[in-house]
């Protein structure tokens, strides 16, 4: 892949550590959801940023497949309609698989804006199988949700490549 001026180079991605923050990403979903608010509908998705991050940067290790089983493992923490959250991660995977090579010749803040329009419609399809299955209007406020994943984008890149930026072995004699 040709890569766009100024960008460093990346180590490869340890799986391990993919893994590892989509677990966390979960549990502190599954926390947010059981803290004071509750499940507010205003309140982000972090499993959402998490997910739509690796799919992004690592579509062969982190793929539908995953997103589907995260979806399940969310709607089971939630006891609410099994399939709900499934659907909406499934859809955000696919959309993000989509967009993943022209989203990475952007810059961090455009990527931002770039993935709104996922994150709204992963919340779309999630109201529309809430609604469908005689579920209640959350409010106006569910329209917060996709703004904090977008702002939460930046955030989660720099926390995510961290460990990919460091130089495996630098010396005097290799500029990379």
Same mark, same amino acid.
């Given at each position: 892949?040709?890569?766009?001026?100024?960008?460093? /180079?990346?180590?490869? &991605?340890?799986?391990?550590?993919?893994?590892?923050?989509?677990?966390?990403?979960?549990?502190?979903?599954?926390?947010?959801? $059981?803290?004071?608010?509750?499940?507010?509908?205003?309140?982000?998705?972090? /499993?959402?940023?998490?997910?739509?991050?690796?799919?992004?940067?690592?579509?062969?290790?982190?793929?539908?497949?995953?997103?589907?089983?995260?979806?399940?493992?969310?709607?089971?923490?939630?006891?609410?309609? #099994?399939?709900?959250?499934? $659907?909406?991660?499934?859809?955000?995977?696919?959309?993000?698989?989509?967009?993943?090579?022209?989203?990475?010749?952007?810059?961090?803040?455009?990527? !931002?804006?770039?993935?709104?329009?996922?994150?709204?419609?992963?919340? !779309?399809?999630?109201?529309?199988?809430?609604?469908?299955?005689?579920?209640?209007?959350?409010?106006?406020?569910? /329209?917060?949700?996709?703004?904090?994943?977008?702002?939460?984008?930046?955030?989660?890149?720099? $926390?995510? #490549?961290?460990?990919?930026?460091? &130089?495996?072995?630098?010396?005097?004699?290799?500029?990379?």
């Amino acid at each position: 892949m040709i890569m766009r001026p100024g960008q460093q /180079l990346l180590l490869p &991605a340890n799986p391990f550590f993919i893994w590892t923050s989509l677990i966390a990403a979960m549990l502190l979903n599954m926390l947010q959801n $059981m803290g004071l608010w509750g499940r507010a509908a205003w309140a982000p998705d972090v /499993l959402a940023v998490v997910l739509v991050f690796w799919t992004v940067h690592q579509p062969l290790r982190v793929s539908i497949g995953a997103a589907f089983v995260f979806g399940l493992l969310m709607d089971v923490h939630q006891s609410g309609l #099994l399939g709900q959250h499934a $659907m909406a991660y499934t859809v955000l995977s696919f959309f993000a698989i989509t967009i993943h090579r022209r989203l990475l010749w952007f810059s961090v803040p455009s990527q !931002a804006a770039q993935v709104f329009p996922l994150f709204a419609a992963a919340h !779309a399809v999630e109201l529309a199988v809430g609604m469908v299955s005689g579920g209640a209007f959350p409010g106006l406020s569910l /329209l917060l949700a996709p703004v904090a994943e977008a702002v939460l984008w930046p955030v989660a890149s720099l $926390m995510l #490549l961290a460990p990919q930026l460091r &130089a495996p072995n630098p010396d005097a004699n290799r500029p990379l």
